[in-house]
């Protein structure tokens, strides 16, 4: 058994905890060094790179496809057919002219050449060495755009002589309405445009990032010296080139294990490869490993520390909150828990305060609310008519104007003994409410006897609602207010109605008349209770909705809609499974 209390304690649950803390990063230390992390980490990275070389592609495919449209731009240009068909009749400086209006439209673009059978022009950089680079291939195009070769060609400008890598679109001019060729258009793009696009993913030195065409020809590299060469003679390049429209990768061996990430161009079909060293990845891992092993140990040691101070410093205040419930169990409610932080126990034991006091409120509010609803229901019994005597007399008198005859007054009578019968019963303070009807019904008997106006009554009560309990006399001086208001006016008749039903788990009972509708101040007097010596029963509205919210709760009550020559609505809400306590 004390063995149990013990590992109940918190002190030692945290003891526990501190060596779970301490042994876990230990196991993760041990683990993360085997082969397979390792092999997870290399996968992840490929699967990165992989995306990360797929959407450079892209990029490149947009730069490409970008070119190759301005090229169409060009060559369907109408000015520039009309004068490769009229080429007599046109000087160089005029295609010149034309040339480089295209030029100076783009920054991208170094130089446009345009070769024709008989003639050359050129604008953009001057070439001192113009190369031959009309092709068998482009010479048996049809005007399709071909991309050719990088090439390190030696330009002249202001500043001096210099050489640049340059790769090229090419395509043959020819007019689609006549299918005539014309010649050749050249567009010479420096191969730096390139290497701006794959910047991004040339994450390390170790890193290799090149682009080679459908041929393994190199056509921009991380390092420029491989530039014009070709990537046959490396052990990934079978594969790579043989897949021909895909993005993925190829791990080789060389003196060391390497990975190739490659995606192919839509464009043209060009490959960007991007190759990673493993011992590269393992070197990352290596440096992570010790970070672990030195932070296992500074971990262990804080945690142990912190456990020790932890479970001294917030286990006793929590002690003695413990003996504070104590307290409270037995009955004790002006104990209070000394809170000497502003942190999360801090919070607890200010709650904890907190709690005690409602509940010490609450206790006393229920006191009070209990006297206060013996109150109620005592003031409401003395309003009620006395019972046996007024009962007796009544019926006796009721027997003598049947035996004279007189059937108004008898009824009359007969009407205020039923309305006795409840009044006299005082141990039930809730009826179902077909009595407080018939209650309601037999008051208006005795009503309509006294005022020689017309009175009209109507009942529209759902049959599902007349056995529900609600409150005794809760109608009545409903209907009462309605007629001691109604019938002060000259109208010749009143007209009430009294509606029932069920809306949203709750009894809706509606009173409504056509009187003349009551002032402001008179409403206040009457919400305020104030007396009227001419009430029959002398419960007020508001005696009526205190006893209800009382019985039933603050959410059910009263509810009084008038205005002035529209009449007065009186809207009682009440729960259908009420849990109303019965007094005697």
């Known amino acids: 058994m004390n063995r149990i209390k013990v590992f109940n304690s918190l002190r030692v649950k945290l003891g526990i905890i501190a060596i779970v803390l301490i042994a876990i990063p230990l196991l993760v230390v041990s ?12 996968n992840k990275y490929t699967e990165t790179a992989i995306q990360s070389v797929f959407e450079t592609g892209e990029k490149l495919d947009f730069i490409l496809d ?8 060009i060559t369907s240009n109408s000015e520039l057919l009309y004068m490769l068909n009229h080429k007599y009749d046109f000087r160089a400086d005029e295609y010149g002219r034309v040339l480089r209006s295209f030029i100076t439209s783009r920054d991208d673009i170094e130089v446009i050449d345009l070769v024709l059978a008989d003639a050359y022009y050129s604008v953009g950089a001057k070439k001192i060495n113009r190369l031959e680079r009309i092709s068998p291939q482009l010479e048996k195009s049809s005007g399709q755009p071909l991309w050719l070769p990088t090439k390190s060609e030696e330009i002249e400008i202001l500043s001096g002589k210099f050489k640049k890598n340059y790769f090229t679109l090419a395509r043959k001019v020819v007019d689609f309405n006549t ?47 491989k530039i014009g060469s ?18 993925n990768y190829v791990q080789y061996k060389t003196n060391i294990d390497n990975v190739a990430i490659y995606s192919t161009i839509e464009n043209n079909g060009w490959k960007i490869i991007k190759t990673i060293s493993t011992d590269y990845l393992y070197e990352e891992i290596n440096r992570i490993q010790r970070y672990f092993n030195v932070g296992g140990v500074i971990y262990g040691l804080v945690i142990i520390l912190y456990i020790l101070f932890f479970s001294f410093r917030y286990t006793e205040p929590m002690m003695k909150m413990m003996s ?23 919070q607890l034991g200010n709650s904890l305060n907190n709690m005690i006091g409602e509940m010490q409120v609450l206790i006393e509010q229920l006191i009070r609310e209990e006297q206060e609803k013996k109150e109620v229901e005592l003031e409401a019994l003395h309003a009620q008519i006395n019972p046996h005597f007024l009962y007796n007399t009544l ?56 005022f020689r106006k017309s009175i009209d009554i109507a009942y529209n009560i759902d049959d599902d609602c007349m056995n529900l309990t609600v409150p005794k006399l809760i109608l009545q001086p409903i209907v009462e207010n309605s007629i001691i208001h109604g019938m002060e006016d000259e109208q010749q008749e009143l007209n009430i109605e009294i509606n029932g039903f069920v809306k949203e788990d709750k009894l809706i009972i509606e009173v409504q008349d056509d009187g003349p509708g009551i002032e402001d101040e008179i409403l206040k007097d009457i919400l305020r209770n104030a007396s009227d010596k001419d009430k029959f029963s002398k419960v007020g509205l508001n005696n009526v909705n205190q ?38």
């Not at 070709?230 to 993005?247: F, Q, R, T």
């Not at 504070?324 to 999360?344: C, H």
């Open 31 to 42: 683990f993360t060094y085997s082969s397979t992390v390792k092999d997870i980490i290399k």
């Open 66 to 73: 970008d070119i190759r449209e301005f090229s169409t731009v």
């Open 179 to 225: 299918l005539e060729a014309y010649g050749y258009l050249l567009i010479d793009l420096e191969e730096v445009i390139l290497e701006q696009a794959y910047s991004g993913i040339l994450d390390s030195e170790k890193v290799e990032v090149l682009i080679c065409d459908d041929q393994g020809n190199i056509i921009s590299h991380s390092d420029k010296k």
């Open 230 to 247: 070709s990537i046959k003679g490396e052990p990934y390049a079978n594969e790579v080139l043989a897949d021909i429209n895909g993005h």
């Open 324 to 346: 504070v419930i104590k307290k409270v169990e037995q009955g004790d409610l002006t104990v209070r828990t000394e809170v000497k932080s502003n942190d999360e126990v801090g």
């Open 395 to 450: 019926n006796t008198i009721k027997w003598m104007a049947k035996i004279q005859g007189n059937s108004s007054v008898s009824k009359a009578i007969t009407a205020l003994v039923k309305l006795l019968r409840i009044s006299t019963n005082l141990g039930r303070g809730m009826i179902s409410l077909k009595e407080e009807i018939d209650y309601v019904m037999n008051y208006i008997v005795i009503q309509k006897l006294r």
């Open 547 to 584: 006893r209800i919210k009382l019985y039933c709760g603050a959410d059910f009550g009263l509810k009084v809609e008038t205005e002035l020559g529209m009449g007065t609505k009186v809207v009682v809400t009440l729960p259908i499974n009420p849990m109303y306590i019965e007094r005697t």
